[in-house]
Each structure stands twice: as C-alpha cells, then as structure tokens.
C-alpha cells in the first residue's frame, strides 16, 4: 500500500494533536470503509499515513449524560444495537445498525466513520437527521442538519476529529430502509420519520441525506396526504447502478405513508 | 454386471471435506512458489477500435518489470476454442472488440511496483462505432434451425386454433465462484511449463498452452489446484489466465503468479448469454398442441468463445419437455462490442426454458385452463418424440417428478400484512445429460484405472473436483465395483502429465458418463486380478452406444443420450410498496436416475436453485459503453443466507441403464426451473406478468402501477 | 508488534497499514483465511478479533496489537481433532468447494458461542455475511442447527 504510514495515538488529545500536525493523514475507525478504499487504491487525496482510532477509550462506549444519549465515534454497531440505552431511547438507531450488512460489518462499523463518510446513501444518518443529533468534535457541537454541506462533504474542518454523536431522549422514529437484498445491501431508500417534532429524514435520494422540508411542513400540519405529495418535490433522486430515479419518486412515497 | 452398492447410495463423507474444514485445502492463492513474481494483465479501456500506440514512459526504469506483448507469443496468437478469433493479445496497431480485451501484460516482484509500471503505460486508440444493441448486430456467430412435422407457415388448418405470442428477454449473469480467477506458471526444465489453477478443465487449458507457446503434449503441464467454485465460469475462461501467466513465466525465466481480484474478474471475464426468445404457439381450445414456432437470438458478446454449443443447447430444450407434432426452432447467436459471453450452468437451456415454461402459463391464461393440468397434457411421456425426432425409450420422469413436487409443496397460507401480496408459481424442465450428439463420441474420454502393488487402487481421471463431489463418487463406484473399503482407493491428481484426458467437467457428464467408465474400468481390473497380479494398468474410453443416432447437418435425432427431470414450485412474497420478491420456499422434484449420493445430490440441486433464483431477482448487469457497471461485489449482488428460500429437494429415482447404478447427469438441471416458476408466483401474487428478467423491484413496481 | 493467533503469541515487524488478511496468509504460513472480494462483501476472509466476527480484509494489522486472533486453523481441538461443528459440516454437506467454508465456520461458531438456543432465521441472519455460492446455504444451516441440540 505504498507505505502508507501507521498512526497509533495514546490517547484522545494524543490523537487530535497527530491529526492536527500530521499532514497527509486520515482517521480509521473500524476500516469498513477506509481499508476497501485503500487496497483500491481509491482514497483521494492519497494519504501519507492511517490514525487509528479504533482503540481508544474516550471514543468508545454508549452513555446517559443528563437528557441526551452519547454514543462515542468509534463504538461500533454491535455495540449500539446491543446498549440498553439505545434500545430504550434510541430504538430506530438500533433498527438502522441492524440493517447495515452483516455480522462482521456491524462488529466494525462506527457512526464516526459514517459520518465522516458523508455518503448519501449512509444507514444511520436519516436517523441522526430525524432525531436532531448533534456531531461532537474535539472542539465544538455541530447539529445534524448543518453537517452535510455537500456530496461526501462534511462542515468538520481540516483537522477536526468527531468524537461522539449526541442525542435527545424522548422522540420516536420511525425507520426502513430498502436495499436490494436483505443484508450487506447499500440503499435504494432509506428514511427515518418522527411525527412530533415532524422529521422527514431520506437518504440516497440526494447528494446528501436529506431532510424533506416541503413535506415536513405539510406533516406539522397535521396534512398527512400533503406530506406524501410534498415528498416528491423535496428529493432529488437519480438513475445510478442500485436504481432509477422514477422508483426512488414511487418508493419514498409508498415508504413515508407506511411509516406515517 | 456391476456389484451391488455398498457405498453407492450413501452419503458417506466428502474425500477432501476435512481438509475443507481445517484450512488445509490449498486454492491456486495459497501455493506458494519460492521466486515467484506478480503478473497483471493491461486491458483496453474501449469498445471497438484500433490501438493506435502503446508507449511506456520513460521516467519508470522498465528493467524492474518483464513486459508482455502479442509479439512474445511463440506460436498462434490465439486462444484456443472453437473457432480462432480470439487472440492471446491484442497486437499493437490490432483491433479491438471489446472494453476488458488484453492487450499488454506485466510481471514485477511485487504489487506496488506493478501498480506503478501500469501509471507508466499509455494506450492510444482509434476508437470505431460499437455495436451494443442485439437488434443492431449482423456479425452472426452461429445459427441452429431445428424442424420437426410440417413448418409453420404450411399449416392449413389453422380454423378452431388459438395463436398466442409472446418474447421474452433473459440478462446476464456472473458465474461468482467465490475464489477468483488465477493460476501460477512455472517454467521449467526442457521447455517445460507448468501451470497450477483454479480451472474445471485440464485439457483444454492443456491444447491452450501448445497452441500459443508452441509446446509439445510433455512440455505443457496443467495440473488444478483445489478449486472454489466453477460453474462453467472456469470451463474455457482459464485457457487465457494460463497462456498469459506462461508467456510471462517464459519471458521472465521465473515463476508467475496471475491472480485476478473480484474486480477485474467481475469486469472482464465470460457471462451467461443473455437474450430475447420470441414464441409463437398454436392450440385448439381444448388445448392441444399444434404448433410451436420458437426464435432465439442469443448476445455472443465480441469473441465466438463457447457460443455455438450454447446455442446449440438452447436450440435443442427451446420447446420445453412437450410433445408437439409441428415445431420450428430458429436460434442464432450474434455479436456485439461487449466482452465475451461462455459457459455457466445450464449453458443455453436456463435461457430457452424460462421462455417455454412462461408460454405455458400464458397459454392456460388464454385458454382459461390450469397450467399443471396443461403440462400434464402436453408432457413428454415415454415412448414420444422430442422437436429434434428423437424417441425417448427410457427414464422420463416427467410425471413423476410433478407429483412429487406438488405433493411436497407447503400449503400456501395467506399473508399476514396488507402490503405484502403471496403468490405460487411451478414449472417443470428437462436437461439433457451428457455432451449434444455426437459430443460424447468425438470427445472419446479417457480413465485410467491401476491396481498397486500395495493392494490399494488409483483412478486416474483429467475430471475435476470443484464441490461437486467427483472425487467421493467416483470413489464410490470404484470401491463399489471391486467390492473393497472407500480407504482402498485413491485418485491421481488432475495433472495432464499423470492421467489421460476424460473430457471437461462440462456439460453433467461426470457422473454419467465417466463415472459409469471408472465403474467399468474397476469392474474389469477385478476380473483381471483374478488371473493377474498387481500392479496393472488399464484405460478405459468412452465408446457411444450403437442405439444413439445424431445428424449434426440436420440437427434431427437422438441430442442427448438421456434427459434428467425437474418440477419446482416457488412461493413468493411481493411487498407492493417497493416492489421487492422475496422468494420464501422452493420445493423441488428432481429426476435423477439415481442419487449415487444423496446430500451430494441434494447439494448440487439446492445450489443450483439459489443461482436460478438470483439470476431471476437481484443478479443484474447494467452496461454502460460496453462495459459492466456491476465490477464489484457491493454491486453485483448474489443472494445472501437471509435472501434464500427455503429449499426442500425431493430425489425420484428412475434409472437410466447406461448410468452408473442407474445415474444421469443433473449438475445443471437445477438452473432451469425457478427462473419461470418465480416469475409465475408473481402473476400470482400481483396480476402482473413480467416477460424479462431479473425481475428487479423497479420492474415489478412500474408493473403492478401501470396496470 | 505483538498478537495472539489461534492461541500462540506472533511477534511481527510488519507495516501497520497491511491488511492482517495479508500478514496471515503471506507472512504467517495461515492461508486458511480466503480473499473472495478485498471490499468485506462475501466474508471469506472471515477472522476472530477477540471472539467477534469480522472481515480480515478491512482490519490494518496494527488494530490487532495485543488482541487475540482466532482464524479456521484455530477451530480443531487440542489433540487435533475436529471441532463438533466442523464434523457437522462434513456429515451434512455444507462444504462443496469449501472456498466460503473457513469463515462461513468461523461465523458459525462465534453464534453457537452466544447462544444455543437458535433457530433457522437466527442462523440466516448470522451467516448474512458469509456468501457461498455453491450449496444454497441449506446444508450450512442445518449443519450450524444440529451442534445447537
């Protein structure tokens, strides 16, 4: 992998420091994403050296902080599906890390790395969407929907580290998601909805994943019919390998009444 | 006559299944050949066209590689098959046909000094109009007409006969063994190549090497590692891995190691044909059959490869397991800029039955009727003539095995989710086994048989293990015959320089055919230890029975020495929201003559369903300039543990007498009958009826709203 | 750097960033362990990481400093013996080309460790990372169901 270095950081404050000096580097969580990438030979631009994240305590982890559930960047999704906390408060959390491929993908996955991804099509992110998280970096609390700036684009700066994701307790969401088969499958939809605060939350239907403004507004309402209509006008799907724009329309509709 | 089994009908232990399970089983990948360098092959990144220039950048120092071109070929710049149209290499200013065509290869010592050269290399093209549509392609690669009774247009009385039309398209599908592509060149002394790989045929890969690096029979030497995974994808596929790893072997004075990943394995190598098949039947309104009147145009893809006897395969089941008076099949295979399509089970019958099964529904659906009762009706029945004239005078299971799916199959109990819509479907199919033909004559496979001196004995065969079970039936049937323990006897590996050539494993012959010569073959070494001591030696070929008559000119006779039998039944659930099948069980009846070993058998038959399943749902290929758009595996998607039905195999036994113990071919039976029968259980389910596949949940769901 | 496979500790010099499917098929002698596809689609490069199942393919040999490995080498008993599940596979045919058979066993193994109370949908879901291409996957779970009794 033409030498690409190997960062192995003491400590949290070890790790942002590295972060913030080293040039060329890029964090690796569980490598379910970066470690494909990297024997492809794909990672732009190519990175000098990994940071690995994977060990560190400060990041793992699911905890009660006053209101809110915490769950640290780099614990991965067995863990969150298996924390009492997310099941009681969090339970469309735990839907979502379920559906993300297999055993050994959700042994590995990490809500850090999906973030940091920025992929439309990212599981959990509609559910981070529709329960208003907040991003924690080791230097401020980005919420959710200023995170996703633009295809595969964080608002996180250059040398700034996720260090856990934050949300409220109290609001239920609904969520499903539609892959092509049923496991080790990326989205053709996939959405997550709370009806009070109204979040329409959707993924692979945009560049981003998106929140559904137009039909949000029409569920405030109370206008269940008029969030089914407005839906179609808020995504912006497109014709790609996994599918075609048309049944991406037809599925979001059909999957928000359901959801509804 | 053969000894009674002892073991046959057993499902005593797989031969290699504890090196299976302990990570002791060595694929191609896990040799380890001390000097070895990597080797990569340099592809064409267009269509059609010409190469103009290949220049390699000075600022590489090129002495750190070995670089292989069209003029390092020693003898025929052709990869040996059928026809020779298909170069090794594609010379520099050559043509091109298709994206993925080799044109350059590379040997360094290590990965990342390859992946540098190929930055250092670049390709110039004169690029030509492609062809990628069917309807747009003229170069015709091969045609089968077969006849049977008066042609359609003859027919005059066509008054009280009902004409029902359809067309139906199939798409292609990726063979996914899950180990890839690879083999391992050595060179060694005298001229001497020797190849190690993951491939079904030692022989062809064997006439492969002579042909391109001008080697005489001792000094080309291929001998199969264990393999994972064939399917026919590793049948003539492999012929191409070898000659380039042996070019790049010959021209470094090393060894080479040429291991595809899944991405390039994906993206360059053969595919099953897709196609469109158009019917056109005629019935009285009491369903009789009066004519049928089948066309086939099957998608080559750029080079001939395989194609004819796919077509030919095609061509041959086209009109289903019916009995017509009139029929008229007309199938041609044809070109495009696409990469070139080859073998993968079922090799032209999957793609022609789905066809004749739906035709079957439609016609019901016409006639107001029940499609099993019209499958009763028309079935093929013993002592009847197939399209092609020939009389089947023994083993037709064709009733048998209706009766015992339709007996097996769970009782259909109603969803339990408004969305969510269940429907059942059924279809029954034929596969011939054995080669077409004369196939089998002119192949003249060959055993060896030995009795050592130890008292043990060896059965020296070219047929290849891939998970199928060859090498525990084959030591069935040896232990069987000479009445001795399954520890007394052993194979020689599939090493060209060891055992003579029995023919591919292609085509369901293993069993049938060659097993029934080591049957003979250990038969015969018994007698001859009652007069003489070991060690001997004898071989033994296949010689075709005087009762099978075929006219290749005419395409009229007997094709196949005997047809293996299947009815499947599939239950599916359809979520009208997303359009999503999800096939929940499958049951299905299988004629085998008889099951030499049962999990075996039942192993081959619930494999193969799962690949006709995906095949019909979730396997699709998108093209996009000539080129897959699915080259990796988080977009070529094949069923998981949590996607596949329910399978419950049931096992008929109704002997062919030129079987081993009664034995036909069924390896690729399994991939003919789901395909139609999921596509029924949707109509079922929804009203809606799909004529392509795979039935993705885009098409299902623009289906079910259109309607 | 230091880890533990299959029981016995492994002293390594390696660069962190190589995949531990390749130290331990390239460096270590253990090529049980398979490369089906290098993206952590088909799970024939399946691997224990103390008692978790996951792709060896998407794990830097650095991550495993100090952690115990366990791959298909490792599942025989102590005196050499097949592992109960093991012999199951080979009894009811759940390894044709047994290219999958290495982790599709590894991930077996780690669900009859959780729990022995499964049924057939419990197997499907723990074995939805393991692709087999050859037997349909109805051997393999009836295989991983008959160790559960």
Redesign the interface.
Known sequence: ??????I?PKSLADAVQTYRTTPGCRP?A???DL??M????TVRPQPLA?L?L??LAELKGVRRVRDTVEIGAAESY?GIIGSKDVQQHLAALAAAARTI?????Q??GTLGGNLANASPAGDTLPVLLAYDAVVVTDRRAIPIDKFFVGYRKTALQADELITAVRFPIGRQVAFRK?G???????S?VVMAVSRDPARIAIGSVAEVPLRARRAEAALDRGDVEGAIAAVADDIRPIDD????A??RR??TQ??L??LL | MCAAPLTVGRSVPRREGADKVTGRARYTDDITVPGAWYGRTIRSTIARGAIRSITQDTAFDWARVVVVTADDIPGDNVVQLIRDDQPVLAPKGGEIRHREEPILLLAAADRDTLEEATSHIRIEYDTAEPVFALDQATDVFSTVEITKGEVVEGLKDLEGVEVVERTFRVGLQEQLYIEPQGAIAIPEAGGTIRIIGSLQCPYYVHRALKRALKLTDQQAVVVQAETGGGFGGKEEYPSIVAVHAALLARKAGRPIRLIYDRHEDLAATTKRHPGVIRHRTGVKKDGTLVFQDIEIVLDGGAYCTLTPVVLSRAAIHAAGPYSCPNVRIRARAVATNTPPNGAFRGFGAPQSLFAAELMVEHIAERLGVSSVDLRRKWMLHLGDTTATGQKLTESVGSEMVMDAALKAAPTVRPSDRPTVRRGRGLSLVFHGSGFTGSGEKKLQGTIGFEALADGTFRILTASTEIGQGTKTIFCQLAADALGVGLDMVALAPQDTSLVPDSGPTVASRTAMIVGRLVQEAATEIKEKLKREKAPLRLEKSYIQPDAIHWDETTYRGDAYPVYAWACTIADVDVDMTTGEVRVTDLVTAVDCGKALHPVMAEGQIEGGCLQAVGWATIEEIKMKDGGYQNDRLATYLIPTALDAPRIRTILVENPYSRGPFGAKGIGELPMDGPAPAIIAAIHDATGVWLDEIPATPEKVLAACASR | MRFTLNGRTVSLDVVGTRRLLDVLREDLGATGTKEGCGEGECGACSVLIDGEVVDSCLVAVGQVEGRDVVTVEGLALQDGKLSRLQQAFIEHGAAQCGICTPGMLLAAHVLLEQSRRLTADDVREGLAGNLCRCTGYTKIIDAVLSCTK
């Open positions: 992998m033409h030498e690409v270095k190997y192995r690796l569980g490598g379910t470690m494909a990297l024997h492809a030979r990994v690995d994977w060990s067995t491929g297999a055993a050994q993908i042994n590995r539609v092509t088969r049923a496991a080790q499958a990326i053709k390998v996994r599918s075609t048309a049944y037809s599925v059909n999957i009444r359901e």
